[in-house]
């Protein structure tokens, strides 16, 4: 009876540390709609990727908050027949872990069109290296997209076959969900790169230098949250590795688990959101009392307001002055 006691209080303590990040996410999602534009901005796209992806990943962490409180419920204590409650909180983290990939998804997108959109700024233009990360992007994300739906298909059927429930169709989803995980991962890779070029372009431009310092920040902790979600994939899923109550593991996992996955997400997401509020007319061209006074040629973007089309050649005249 003390093990089951000690049990609960961790999953107790992992419920309430998903619950815990629910609330910087959802206070982004307000600073997103209310102070996020997308008006002359060769990164609107990502802010519109982000104005999809804050929702979901609130009810993302709502929906495992839900489920984890579904299953601390005494049953013995209660007339309510326990597989009901096992059916509703299983879909709902079924429910929850969908909206969890397509977060992963739209994460991807977001970083590369905020790095697509610092490169604008600096080549006035669609680079070929820009076209490449962006369409690699869409049609990697497009194909994981397809894959976390069937995982999700697969998982609910296995739930209606839960008397007898078939061993292949188990292994079908391990395989899929480990090969999106090892996706993941790899564009994980492949941003913290592209976000350490981005930076390299701009560390001697005063004006967006520390905006793209946090634009690398954001595909670091990218990478980290993406390597932990992979061991785990490795050990507990690939390699089988089975971990049981009380053991110092599954002590760690269920305490670590939502610090380096949705807390670590809800900080991305706040340099995210700190780089979109700076934008004034252009590409975060704003002025930071901290940055000097020192003059330099500012992003044409941020100096010809009336430049709408981003994706179309900039004019060959315009002001160097930052517009107030």
């Known amino acids: 009876m003390s093990g089951q006691r000690s049990d609960d209080v961790l999953r107790g303590v992992n419920l309430a540390f998903f619950a815990i990040a629910m609330l910087p996410i959802a206070f982004m999602t307000f600073i ?27 009810f993302s962490l709502l929906m495992y908050t839900i489920s984890g409180a579904l299953m601390l419920i005494d049953f013995d204590s209660t007339d309510v027949d326990w597989y009901v409650f096992f ?4 879909h709902m983290n079924l429910l929850g872990g969908l909206f ?29 290296l820009q076209r490449v990360v962006r369409y690699a992007a869409i049609v990697s994300c497009a194909i994981l997209a397809v894959v976390a739906f069937v995982g999700f298909g697969i998982m609910n059927a296995l739930v209606a076959l839960s008397s007898s429930p078939d061993e292949k169709l188990w292994k079908a989803y391990e395989k899929l969900y480990a090969s999106s995980s090892i996706l993941l991962f790899i564009w994980a890779g492949i941003l913290v790169g592209f976000s350490a070029h981005v930076y390299n372009e701009f ?3 005063s004006v967006l230098r520390n905006s793209s310092m946090l634009f690398l920040y954001a595909a670091i902790l990218n990478l980290f949250t993406r390597l932990y979600s992979l061991v785990y994939v490795s050990v507990f899923l690939l390699a089988g590795v089975r971990i049981y109550a009380p053991s110092k593991t ?22 995210l959101v700190t780089i979109a509020v700076r934008k004034h007319n252009g590409l975060w061209s704003t002025v930071q009392p901290w940055l000097g006074t020192e003059e330099e040629s500012y992003p ?25």
């Open 32 to 58: 997103s709609f209310y102070r996020v534009p997308r008006g002359k901005d060769p990164a609107r796209i990502a802010f519109t990727y982000l104005k999809v992806m804050l929702p979901l990943a609130f």
């Open 87 to 90: 059916r509703v909180s299983f």
């Open 100 to 128: 969890s990939r397509v977060v992963d998804l739209l994460l991807v997108m977001i970083l590369v069109e905020v790095g697509n959109g610092f490169l604008f700024c600096h080549t006035e233009s669609r680079t070929i």
């Open 203 to 205: 560390k001697r431009n």
């Open 250 to 271: 599954y002590t760690a996992i269920l305490i670590a688990g939502p610090i380096l996955t949705a807390w670590v997400h809800a900080a991305i997401v706040a340099f």
């Open 300 to 324: 044409v973007l941020a100096a010809d307001p009336s430049f709408t089309d981003v994706d179309e050649q900039l004019p060959e005249e315009s002001s160097s002055a930052v517009p107030d």
